[in-house]
């Protein structure tokens, strides 16, 4: 059985950073391309950022420069650094294996106050 579990969430003041992380179990990690996608309250799921098997990473232009997605896969962990964050960045994010036929996580709750 796949899960994903994400923990790292919280409230923070804007400027502020959080780290997020995600355990992955059930799965060979290290073939599968990982991402964190986001969902704040009357929007659409959204990509933040992934990061491919062989470790070639992609941002939603929104935090490009701000967050940095990683993995170590010898943890079976994806993580997701949050630097800058603003009030636009309130959102559960979610932890992805495989793309958007993959397996998701539950999420996790992040609040950046303004």
């Known amino acids: 059985q796949v899960q994903l579990v994400e923990s790292g969430g919280g409230l923070v003041q804007a400027g502020g950073s959080l780290r997020l992380s995600c355990a992955a179990s059930g799965i060979i990690f290290s073939f599968n391309a990982m991402g964190w996608y986001r969902q704040a309250p009357g929007k659409q799921r959204e990509l933040v950022a992934t990061?491919?098997?062989?470790?070639?990473?992609n941002y939603a232009d929104s935090v490009k420069g701000r967050f940095t997605i990683s993995r170590d896969n010898a943890k079976n962990m994806v993580y997701l650094q949050m630097n800058s964050l603003k009030p636009e960045d309130t959102a559960v994010y979610y932890c992805?294996?495989?793309?958007?036929?993959?397996?998701w996580g539950q999420g996790t709750q992040v609040t950046v106050s303004s």
């Open positions: 992805n294996a495989g793309g958007s036929r993959g397996w």
């Open positions: 990061i491919s098997s062989g470790g070639s990473t």
